[in-house]
């Protein structure tokens, strides 16, 4: 079982977090085998979703990888895959080291957008249960910081991920760093140096990902970039055209200076997007943003010429009642 101060898990999803150093100046080809990978690993069965991190700065080129399946014999599957063996020799030139990986069992939804750190803790069998105990102390110093979103323990998976794996988040990075370079945390590190051999840590994150949220109790991948431009276009478009017809209009007739009014309205189309329409729109999208399964690509056109009509709709609606 999973201890966690997030959301309740699915028990039954499973996902593995990648991460490889690339070689400087191999960035491209890096990324086109990763678009190859995500193609094949669609075929496999319960595949739900995948994310790609690129680094961050100072990260060592490191780029994580994130892919989800309904269940663990799913994963499993795809992880001892010939097919997979063999994307993974055609991806080592292109690597400085060989890629880490932890495999998560079960997992609770991200709702909130933020900066997730990954920790890999290889701990004795003998010393399970007082890692645990360890780990609570860990969670409950982790609360008093600023910025922590949730954290969730996953046990060794028997023949797939021997180590232990924690994982958890923080609104921002500069939070997060507060937390890891922390006294607190270095006093923790060394009253449990004894409970495991070594630790490993990386950071994920995403920027966009608080726009992009799903059915609760679900984890499914975020959608690739243009399908979300595509969606936000959706829902910026009339609404910058409504608030230049209502807001900006009056604040214009009051005399209100344009370089003041246009950061009024940027307020006010931040605020609608983030907390009324792009809720709303994914939540009608959904099927097509985040397709859970193996979808062919009839859905993904199908959901882009949907989005079209819905431009062009827009487009008439605004352009009869303006003119």
């Known amino acids: ?5 997030t959301p309740s898990a699915r028990e039954d999803s499973a996902t593995v977090v990648t991460s490889q150093k690339v070689r400087r100046g191999f960035d491209d080809d890096y990324q086109s085998w990763q678009e190859k990978t995500n193609r094949i690993v669609q075929r496999f069965e319960g595949f739900e979703g995948t994310e790609l991190y690129p680094p961050s700065a100072g990260a060592d080129n490191e780029w994580t990888v994130v892919f989800r399946f309904s269940r663990m014999d ?3 599957a795809w992880l001892d895959s010939g097919t997979r ?10 690597l400085e080291e060989e890629p880490t990986q932890e495999v998560l069992a079960g997992g609770a939804p991200a709702e909130e957008s933020g900066v997730t750190a990954v920790i890999s803790h290889d701990v004795p069998p003998e010393r399970a249960e007082d890692f645990e105990r360890w780990q609570e102390k860990v969670l409950k110093a982790q609360q008093s910081f600023p910025g922590f979103m949730g954290s969730e323990m996953f046990r060794p998976v028997p023949g797939i991920q021997e180590n232990w794996v924690v994982a958890f988040r923080y609104d921002t990075r500069e939070h997060l760093d507060r937390w890891l370079d922390s006294g607190t945390r270095e006093k923790l590190l060394k009253e449990g140096s004894g409970l495991f ?3 490993d840590v990386r950071k994920v994150g995403s920027a966009f990902s608080g726009w992009f949220r799903f059915e609760e109790g679900t984890e499914k991948g975020i959608p690739p970039n243009w399908k979300q431009a595509m969606t936000v276009l959706l829902a910026l478009y009339p609404t910058v055209m409504v608030l230049n017809l209502t807001v900006g209009f009056e604040l214009d007739n009051v005399g209100v200076p344009a370089w003041f009014g246009i950061f009024v309205g940027n307020i006010c189309s931040v605020a609608l997007l983030t907390w009324v329409l792009m809720p709303l729109v994914t939540r009608a999208f959904d099927r097509w943003l985040a397709p859970r399964g193996r979808p062919g690509i009839r859905l993904h056109v199908a959901g882009a010429l949907v989005v079209v009509a819905c431009y062009l709709l827009l487009l008439v609606i605004f352009g009869l009642t303006t003119s």
């Open 74 to 76: 799913q994963l499993a």
């Open 85 to 94: 063996r063999e994307l993974l020799d055609e991806e080592r030139p292109l």
């Open 197 to 199: 051999r070594s630790f």
């Open 1 to 5: 079982m999973n201890r966690s101060a």
